[in-house]
């Protein structure tokens, strides 16, 4: 087992072309893995890197071996999570970073399920933003990141989880306040809570509905702005203007019609919910079968 140690550290460092990133990616010192590749170099009698310029390159042997080493880890790998799933005997820890609405919202009903099926899998739950969650994910700290909208980053396994309805709202005391909202003009002018100052989710609507009016509507602030859409509900419900919102999560005001829909003729827009892990990690096997769970539930 400590030859296939060294050869899966050989791996990472050829891929990432950094023993830093692979000490990061593997969970170990610098020095343990500079050790490492040192006693694989030994026992192969073959230099795998030469370094110049503070960068390391594969040798011609050093490439070959890449392309056999990395094959046959994977398809190990890959029997070894096979045959623990199998056995049913899953255990480890896993850490889940998301921001607390999609926590409340998607995984207590989960885990709760997970749990019952794998006692032995202990999670953590890391409470944050979107960009904080993708850092994480990319630098080792966090297994699995549950995130709106990934961003395009190389270094992210993106595996779409589902897609969130927004409608468009605002309380029945707003309305009552105000003329009858008959066009996309008049919601320009009025006041918007949005997630940040520049209303981002605003100009996506708009964009799908009336172009033109977006450039108006970017030298306009948002009235109120907050980061979770719970706080949003809660100032459109205090009547402090119009609002984007999860479907799910004003479908009992709507039908008491404490909040009412804006233009409900308009095309709606969508939030898509993305798992992210990091890219190219073998993940072990509670990790994949959480994975796996969460992807069954959406």
């Given at each position: ?89 899953l255990f480890?820890?896993?850490?889940v970073a ?179 892990t990091m ?20």
């Open positions: 087992m400590r030859h296939l140690n060294n050869l899966a550290t050989f791996v990472q460092v050829a891929k990432y072309e950094s023993v830093t990133k692979a000490a990061s990616r593997l969970y170990l010192t610098q020095q343990a893995v500079s050790h490492q590749i040192k006693k694989l170099e030994e026992e192969l009698g073959i230099v795998l890197f030469k370094r110049a310029n503070r960068k390391i390159y594969l040798t011609p042997e050093g490439r070959e071996l890449l392309v056999t080493a990395d094959k046959h880890l994977s398809a190990l790998e890959e029997e070894m999570i096979k045959v623990k799933r199998d056995s049913g005997s480890g820890t896993l850490s998301c921001t607390m609405e999609l926590a409340t919202l998607l995984l207590v009903p989960v885990i709760d399920a997970f749990k019952k099926a794998h006692p032995q899998v202990n999670i953590e739950i890391e409470l944050q933003d979107d960009a904080t969650t993708v850092n994480g994910v990319v630098n080792g700290k966090t297994d699995i990141g549950i995130v709106v909208f990934s961003s395009d980053n190389r270094l992210l396994e993106v595996y779409p989880f589902r897609s969130e309805a927004f409608v468009t709202v605002a309380s029945r005391q707003f309305i009552a306040e105000h003329d009858e909202i008959t066009d996309f003009k008049q919601v320009v002018d009025l006041d918007i809570i949005d997630y940040q100052m520049d209303c981002p989710s605003m100009k996506t609507w708009l964009g799908k509905n009336d172009k033109k009016l977006v450039k108006r509507l970017e030298v306009k602030s948002a009235s109120v702005a907050a980061n979770d859409d719970r706080l949003v509900k809660d100032f459109v419900m205090a009547g402090l203007g119009i609002a984007n919102l999860p479907r799910v999560l004003v479908e009992k005001e709507l039908a008491s019609k404490e909040v009412v829909e804006i233009l409900p003729d308009s095309k709606s827009i969508s939030a898509g919910i993305d798992l992210v890219k190219d990690r073998v993940l072990p096997a509670h990790i994949v079968a959480f994975i796996e769970h969460l992807k069954n539930a959406s």
